[in-house]
C-alpha cells in the first residue's frame, strides 16, 4: 500500500436507507482456513528471504511470488494469465485467474497487490491481502463453487510504484470488456498487528473525504459491513482516496470495495477502546520496513478478514440474479409529470427531464454528466450565466412517475442514483426526498442539506418496497430550497424496481 491516507470516523453502518446485499445464495460462504493464509505467508517469506530480502517490482523476489501464486491456480482448475508490463525500466507482472463458469458479462472481480517495497518482505503490505484472496480462490475449486456471477481473481504488481499494474490492466481493457465488470473487490493490508477493521466507504456515508465510488460501490460495502456485524466486530469507514489499486478501476467508473487494517496511522484511543490494541502506535509499526515479516500480521485480524472476503464472494457471485419488474433512464419521455398536486412553490429550477448542463460554484453542483445516457431528472437543466440561475428557488418542485403495476410477491427493490448539491448558505431545510405513492404513501429516502458546501456527485440508493407488492404505485420525488438565498441543486437518474 502507498502513502497518503486517511481514515474517515463514522460509522460505515450509517448508511441513508437500507442497502442490502444479494438475499439469495446458492451456497454458504466457507470458513477459510487461518493455517492455510498463514501457510502461504510463509512461502512469501521464503520466496523473498532468497531473494534478497524483498519481493518488489522487477527483482527476482516479485516473479517467483507470481510464480507461485499462478502455479497453485493453474493446478486448482482456473484459467491463468500471466500478464507482462513495463515500469521503470524493468518487467511486471499482474496474475489473472478465472474461474469457469458464470455469467461472462457480469464480472465480479477481487484483486490484491503481490509486490513489496524494497525495504522489506511485505507480509502484512501486501502479503496477507494476496494470501487471502489467494486460499479464498482455492477453497472455491475445493467447493467446486458454480455462481451466477463469472469469478475473476488479480494479484497486481509494481502496486507500491503508483497502481501501475492494476492501472495497466484497466487501461488495456477495452471498453466492452471494462462494462462486463460489475464489482470489485481490493484487499491490501488485512492483517496489520495493532489493526482496526475498516471498509471503503461506498456511499461516502462518513460524509468526509473523497466522495462516494461510483454507483453500486454501497452495496459492495453494505454485505463486508453484513459480515463484521454478524461477528460482533464494529467496522468503520475509510475513504477512496486513490491509494491501492480500487484507484484505476473506480477511476473508470467500476463499483469497487474491500476491507484494510491500517498502515502508518496512528491509532486513536476511541480507535483503541473499538477494537483493543495500543492507542497513541501506528496500526503496523513496521510499515515499509524490514520487519514486516510473518511475525507482523495479527492472526485474529487476519482470520476474520479471509473470512469476510469468502462471505462477499459467496454471497455476491452465487446470489440469484433479480428480475428487473421497471426501469426508467430518462432517455425517452415516459410521463413524469411536474407539479402533479399542484401545490409546489419553487418560483425557479422546477424538475424537468433532459441534457443538463454543469454549473459549479465552489465545487460541481449541477453535474453536466448522467449516470447512463445523455438525459436525467435534474432542477433546472440549463447553467446560465451564473451557478444561481437556474437553481432551486423559492420552495418546492416535485415530479411524479406515470403509475407503475407491481407483481405480487417479492421481494421488491427501488434503486435510483442519486445527488443533492448545495453551498454552505444551506441548511437542513433544504432537502431531497423519494417517496413511493400506493394505498399508502412512504418517504424511502431523504437527503437534508447543511450549513456546508456540498458538491454534486452520483451515489447510489436501494429500498425495500416489498409492502407495495401487487400494488400500482407512482414515485414520487420532491427537493427544496427552503432556506434563505440558498444555492440547491439535484439531480436522479436510473430509477429501478426489482425483484
Known amino acids: 500500500m502507498r502513502r497518503l491516507w486517511s481514515i474517515g470516523t463514522a460509522a460505515i453502518l450509517a448508511i441513508p436507507l437500507a442497502i442490502t446485499a444479494p438475499a439469495v445464495s446458492a451456497a454458504a460462504p466457507p470458513d477459510i482456513s487461518l493455517t492455510n493464509v498463514k501457510a502461504h505467508l510463509t512461502q512469501l517469506q521464503s520466496i523473498a528471504t532468497a531473494n534478497g530480502g524483498n519481493r518488489a517490482h522487477g527483482r527476482p523476489g516479485y516473479l517467483a511470488s507470481a510464480n507461485y501464486v499462478k502455479n497453485l491456480l493453474d493446478g486448482a482448475g482456473f484459467t491463468t494469465t500471466l500478464q507482462s508490463f513495463s515500469y521503470n525500466g524493468a518487467t511486471g507482472y499482474n496474475v489473472i485467474a478465472d474461474w469457469p463458469g458464470g455469467d461472462p458479462n457480469d464480472i465480479l472481480m477481487v484483486g490484491a497487490h503481490l509486490d513489496s517495497v524494497t525495504a522489506g518482505p511485505g507480509i502484512n503490505d501486501n502479503g496477507s491481502g494476496s494470501a487471502a484472496i489467494l486460499e479464498t480462490a482455492l477453497e472455491v475449486s475445493r467447493q467446486s463453487l458454480a455462481p451466477s456471477k463469472h469469478l475473476r481473481f488479480a494479484w497486481w504488481g509494481a502496486e507500491e510504484l503508483g497502481l501501475r499494474g492494476s492501472q495497466y490492466y484497466v487501461n488495456n481493457l477495452p471498453s466492452t470488456e471494462r462494462s462486463k465488470i460489475k464489482g470489485y473487490l481490493n484487499f491490501d493490508m488485512v492483517g496489520s498487528p495493532n489493526p482496526g477493521y475498516f471498509i471503503y466507504d461506498g456511499d461516502n456515508s462518513d460524509g468526509v473525504g473523497s466522495g462516494p465510488g461510483p454507483a453500486g460501490s454501497a452495496q459492495l460495502e453494505a454485505t463486508l459491513a453484513a459480515y463484521f456485524a454478524s461477528i460482533g466486530v464494529p467496522t468503520r469507514g475509510t475513504d477512496f482516496d486513490g491509494r491501492s489499486d480500487y484507484g484505476p478501476f473506480i477511476a473508470v467508473g467500476i463499483p469497487a470495495g474491500g476491507t ?70 430518462f432517455e425517452t419521455a415516459t410521463g413524469w409529470t411536474v407539479n402533479p398536486a399542484g401545490t409546489d412553490t419553487a418560483t425557479l429550477g422546477q424538475w424537468e427531464r433532459g441534457v443538463p448542463q454543469a454549473t459549479t460554484s465552489s465545487g460541481a453542483k449541477q453535474l453536466g454528466t448522467t449516470v447512463s445516457g445523455t438525459n436525467d431528472l435534474v432542477t433546472g437543466r440549463l447553467a446560465g450565466a451564473a451557478a444561481g440561475d437556474y437553481d432551486i428557488d423559492g420552495g418546492t418542485t416535485t415530479v411524479q412517475s406515470p403509475p407503475i403495476t407491481l407483481p405480487s410477491g417479492g421481494p421488491l427493490k427501488l434503486g435510483f442514483s442519486w445527488y443533492l448539491a448545495h453551498g454552505s448558505n444551506s441548511s437542513s431545510a433544504d432537502y431531497l426526498r423519494v417517496k413511493v405513492v400506493g394505498s399508502t404513501t412512504t418517504q424511502v429516502f431523504q437527503q437534508l442539506g447543511a450549513a456546508a458546501n456540498r458538491n454534486g456527485a452520483w451515489a447510489a440508493a436501494e429500498a425495500d418496497i416489498s409492502s407495495y407488492a401487487g400494488q400500482t404505485i407512482r414515485i414520487l420525488v420532491e427537493a427544496a430550497d427552503a432556506s434563505t438565498a440558498s444555492l440547491v441543486e439535484a439531480g436522479i437518474d436510473d430509477v429501478k424496481i426489482t425483484r
Not at 496511522?265 to 492507542?279: E, P
Not at 511475525?295 to 440474479?321: C, E, F, G, K, Q
Open 260 to 329: 484494510f487494517t491500517g498502515a502508518e496511522g496512528i491509532k486513536s484511543s476511541t480507535q483503541a477502546s473499538l477494537w483493543g490494541g495500543t492507542a497513541g502506535a501506528a496500526f503496523d509499526s513496521c510499515y515499509h520496513r524490514s520487519c514486516d515479516t510473518t511475525s507482523n500480521v495479527n492472526d485474529t485480524a487476519l482470520n476474520r478478514n479471509a473470512d469476510a472476503i469468502a462471505y462477499a464472494v459467496w454471497t455476491i457471485a452465487t446470489a440469484t440474479p433479480p428480475v428487473t419488474v421497471h426501469s426508467d433512464t
